[in-house]
C-alpha cells in the first residue's frame, strides 16, 4: 500500500509498515538536519563577527573555535537530556 492508497482510506488496517526502512529514513533525515544546523550556526556566528567589524580572515579561525565550544555545549546538554528523558521511560 502506498500513500495515496492510504490516505484514500485511511480505516483500513491492512496496512504494513517497514519498522527497518522507516528508522533509515529517521536516521536520513537527522543526519540531513544535522548538517543544516551547523551551517545555520556557522553563518550565525559568522554575521556575528561581521557585525562587529571584522573580516573574514580575521575571523576564520575564531568562528571554528566558537563553533567546536558551542557543538561541544550542545552535545553535552543533548546528553544529559536524553539521559533524564531514558530515566522517565525507564522508571
Known amino acids: ?29 537527522t543526519c540531513r538536519n544535522q548538517i543544516y544546523l551547523r551551517s545555520i550556526l556557522k553563518r550565525q556566528l559568522e554575521i556575528k563577527e561581521i557585525l562587529n567589524g571584522k573580516t573574514e580572515s580575521e ?24 539521559h ?3 530515566e522517565k521511560i525507564l522508571k
Open 59 to 82: 575571523f576564520d579561525e575564531s568562528v571554528k573555535d566558537k563553533l567546536f565550544e558551542l557543538e561541544t555545549k550542545i552535545l553535552d546538554l543533548s546528553k544529559e537530556k536524553y
Open 1 to 29: 500500500m502506498d500513500l495515496n492508497e492510504f490516505l484514500k482510506n485511511p480505516d483500513n488496517k491492512s496496512f504494513e509498515v517497514d519498522i527497518g526502512i522507516s528508522l533509515l529514513r529517521i536516521v536520513e533525515m
Open 84 to 86: 533524564k528523558l531514558l
